[in-house]
């Protein structure tokens, strides 16, 4: 909306898509004098705002309102400034006109960020949405069949390799192969007939140690019977071994 529609030199002026109230009429004329906001003389623009005014000859008095108030208060504004200072004043004219200056420096900066927004890509005009996706098909194929203990086994084999396992045999009292041999050899020849095979075990008060003599002169005296040395018989199964000196 434009204050006004046709000025003196038959220049007509429009204003398209916001509305401009008197700062913006302000920010206008400052700019017109080609000089930065922070060396704007506030006289020559009040002079240049009421000249604007005078000249318009379409007001619309709901529009123009505002205006007026406007001018009103920039003509007081200047006779401050040009009359001797009054120093009960407050705010005192220099005051007041850093104020406005500063008030100038806002909306040219407001301007500025909204012309760089308005510049910026907008969708459907400069960049534009892709269609309609197309999806992705995904075929999947099974490369192995296994069984559920064949995945277990191959999990354990995996895991053994990243994680081996020491076994540690804790030192026992036993009897070794070669003294089962040994003693079971030196008790044969003084037996004349069978023989069980308890009877040849060395006494010994210790559980552990009477296991393993028993297991290792079993294990002996196969060994001796495979040499040929001794014989074996046990009348049923789960019967006492007994054995005897081989007859030559």
Not at 66 to 72: E, K, P, Q, S
Not at 108 to 127: F, K, N, P, S, T
Not at 154 to 183: F, K, N
């Amino acid at each position: 909306m434009s204050l006004l529609e046709d000025t003196p030199d038959d220049t007509l002026q429009l204003s398209l898509g916001a509305w401009e109230g008197p700062l913006d009429l302000l920010l206008n004329l400052a700019r017109a004098q080609k000089v930065d906001l922070h060396e704007i003389s506030i006289l020559t623009l009040v002079e240049q705002y009421l000249d604007f005014l005078e000249n318009a000859r379409a007001l619309r008095l709901e529009v123009a309102a505002d205006y007026l108030v406007m001018a009103a208060w920039l003509a007081y504004l200047k006779s401050c400034l040009l009359l001797p200072k009054d120093p009960t004043q407050d705010p005192s004219p220099e005051e007041l006109a850093a104020l406005l200056q500063l008030r100038l420096q806002r909306l040219d900066a407001m301007r500025e960020a909204g012309a760089r927004l308005m510049g910026r890509d907008r969708l459907g005009r400069d960049v534009f949405t892709r269609g309609q996706p197309e999806g992705l098909r995904q075929i999947r194929k099974s490369r192995w069949q296994v069984s559920l203990f064949e995945l277990a086994a191959a999990y354990g084999q995996v895991r053994a390799r990243s994680a081996p396992v020491m076994h540690v045999v804790a030192r026992r009292a036993v009897v070794t192969l070669e003294e089962a041999i040994e003693r079971v050899s030196s008790l044969i020849g003084s037996a004349i007939d069978w023989t069980v095979l308890e009877l040849f075990l060395e006494p010994t008060a210790d559980p552990e140690r009477a296991r393993s003599a028993l297991a290792s002169s079993f294990v002996a005296a196969l060994e001796l019977a495979r040499q040929g040395r001794v014989e074996l018989r046990q009348a049923q199964p789960f019967a006492p071994l007994e054995l005897r000196r081989a007859q030559r």
